[in-house]
């Protein structure tokens, strides 16, 4: 069973690998980077491709199904109390007017001071003002409120953080570790829910005690420390399991299909598909940054998009749709095939059944299935990365494929590598094929400006970005503490390669969220869609530990979940 196990996702990995160099081919026909950039809207619009920004051509401008100009919205916006103080402390201020472009469009007025946003408005198609920001919260769009009720509703999050708590709670035991372990991750609500609320600031600094405590407990899980003794998901049975889960995937998949909200990462992913499709480059001038992304990305997306194709809107985003639920079943796959791989026979059987629901369950994997991120595609990735985790080619290329989507994978790659337990044959495989993965993805798919262009368009953008959520990008004098984190992220990544000296598949997950976290805690924008990037590992090890304990008895048993470790290396230990 165990090498059915293994085989069926290494055979899954050569056929992905496959498709994206037969994807790759079309690279040699891209056109202009200026290509198709201004599409009109109408007579009295231009829109960005893609952007949910209309501009007006001139002020008299009236957009269909509005009555007042852009003029009469500019006026009314400069004539509102906040901005009239704002106009007083600072000056002069320059004026942008755009149409929203949603099912409920509006005006969408911004001011500038020697080029920075200093504050927006919101104004109504008949010339109303509904809102203001200044400041931080003029930059964060996100953080203007008038989120949908599918994002919001205590009628979903609630029942959904209760089924979450299933798997860890134990009425015999109230204080056992993995009740602070649960809590800590649906601790991330109440940021989640006050930035709804438009409370920035109070949001941003909530978000931090629970990464920082997951961080810390990760870590200690990774060095074999603090781990608790108990009973998995005591209220769950089996059966239970058995036919709950099929019920929670079927009302997640409901949801995102009913309450679906469209943000911008959809939009740009399904877009570059579009792009490859249609011989455009994936990178090029585009002010909304939606080429921010590496190759696999839209790479990924392109069957997504043969199957429903873009049509130029903001609201036909099926592909999108389709395959945020892809991305989402992949990884529950995923983590069942690891609970499989954890444990053999019904245990393991029921371990990933544990997995996948708590998964299923957790809220802030319910947000990003209906709003249709791409976050759920590097879940996919690492995850299975770690189910073959004894295939260093295997385990290398899925990584390779993770880091050529969204970059900050490739800090995974030391403790992948794990030259301790592969040995350095196997950890110099591992390394060579990923490297091998990304530098083929990013040179079949290089815009005609080359590699330097490349590197302005994504990653080089993503460390310059103006963004308002962290403590850093809210207060400059943080700076200091900024590089700070920085340096140890990039110091620990590089220490579990070696460190510690044994461990356990529990374990090895255990760093690899710890680590995750650790890359994301130091950058300037974080997002509760993030979180999908460590939940995994952090089920892992939060929800396996009860189910290891105690060790097996057998050798063929410990085999079943321990790391084998080269042949001139020691065996390792359990748990």
Not at 116 to 123: G, L, Q, R, S, Y
Not at 204 to 215: D, G, Q, R
Not at 493 to 520: D, E, K, M, N, Y
Request: hydrophobic share 55%; proline share 7%.
């Amino acid at each position: 069973m165990a090498a059915d196990i293994e085989g069926m996702p290494a055979r899954l990995t050569a056929l992905l690998i496959i498709a994206v160099a037969a994807l790759a081919a079309p690279a040699a026909a891209s056109a202009s980077p200026s290509a198709g950039n201004l599409v009109p809207a109408n007579k009295l619009l231009y829109v960005q491709q893609g952007s949910a920004l209309g501009e007006v051509q001139s002020m008299s401008s009236v957009p269909l199904g509005f009555t007042a100009s852009a003029g009469q919205a500019v006026l009314a916006a400069e004539h509102s109390k906040t901005m009239q103080a704002l106009h007083r402390r600072i000056h002069p201020l320059h004026v942008y007017p755009y149409v929203w472009r949603s099912e409920h469009p509006y005006w969408y007025v911004y001011f500038t001071h020697e080029s920075k946003i200093v504050a927006t408005a919101d104004v109504s198609p008949a010339g109303k003002v509904t809102g203001v920001w200044t400041g931080s919260e003029a930059i964060a769009s996100y953080a203007h409120g008038g989120w949908a009720w599918s994002v919001t509703s205590w009628w979903i999050f609630v029942p959904a953080a209760l089924l979450f708590m299933l798997v860890f709670f134990d009425p015999r035991r109230l204080w056992r570790m993995a009740h602070l372990d649960a809590l800590a991750i649906l601790g991330f609500l109440a940021s989640y829910f006050l930035l709804a609320d438009q409370h920035l600031y109070a949001a941003v600094w909530l978000a931090y005690p629970p990464l920082i405590y997951l961080l810390v407990r990760l870590f200690a899980l990774g060095f074999g420390r603090g781990s608790s003794r108990g009973r998995l998901a005591p209220l769950l049975s089996t059966r239970t399991l058995l036919v709950g889960l099929p019920l929670i995937l079927a009302a997640r998949i409901v949801l995102s299909l009913v309450g679906q909200q469209e943000i911008d990462v959809g939009y740009e992913s399904v877009i570059g598909a579009f792009r490859i499709l249609h011989h455009l480059p994936i990178y090029y001038n585009d002010p909304n940054h939606g080429d921010t992304y590496g190759p696999i990305t839209y790479l990924v997306y392109v069957p997504f998009e043969l199957i429903f194709p873009w049509k130029n809107s903001l609201s036909n985003l099926d592909a999108a749709n389709l395959a945020a639920i892809v991305f989402d079943l992949g990884t529950i796959a995923g983590l069942f095939l690891l609970g499989r791989r954890l444990r053999g026979g019904p245990e393991g059987t029921r371990l990933g059944l544990v997995l996948a629901w708590a998964w299923a369950a957790c809220p802030f994997t319910i947000i990003s299935l209906t709003v249709h991120t791409n976050d759920g595609l590097i879940s996919m990735l690492t995850v299975f990365a770690v189910v073959l985790f004894t295939r260093p080619l295997a385990s290398g290329a899925l990584l390779g494929l993770a880091a050529a989507a969204k970059f900050s994978p490739a800090g995974l790659l030391p403790l992948l590598a794990a030259p301790r337990q592969r040995g350095w044959k196997g950890a110099l495989s591992c390394v060579l094929v990923f490297a091998a993965v990304v530098a083929l993805a990013i040179y079949a798919w290089l815009p005609p400006q080359g590699f330097a262009y490349f590197w302005q368009r994504t990653i080089h953008f993503q460390m310059i970005r103006a963004d308002v959520f962290s403590p850093w990008a809210l207060h400059p004098s943080l700076h200091p503490l900024q590089t700070a984190l920085e340096v140890l992220a990039v110091l620990v990544a590089g220490a579990v390669a070696f460190v510690p000296r044994q461990r356990s598949l529990v374990q090895l997950c255990a760093l690899a969220g710890a680590v995750t976290i650790a890359i994301q805690l130091p950058a300037t924008h974080w997002y509760y869609y993030y979180i999908m990037w460590f939940l995994p590992f952090a089920l892992v090890a939060f929800a396996a530990r009860p189910a290891l304990a105690p060790a097996p008895a057998t050798e063929a048993a410990r085999r079943e979940w321990t790391i084998q470790p080269a042949e001139h290396e020691p065996a390792m230990a359990g748990a």
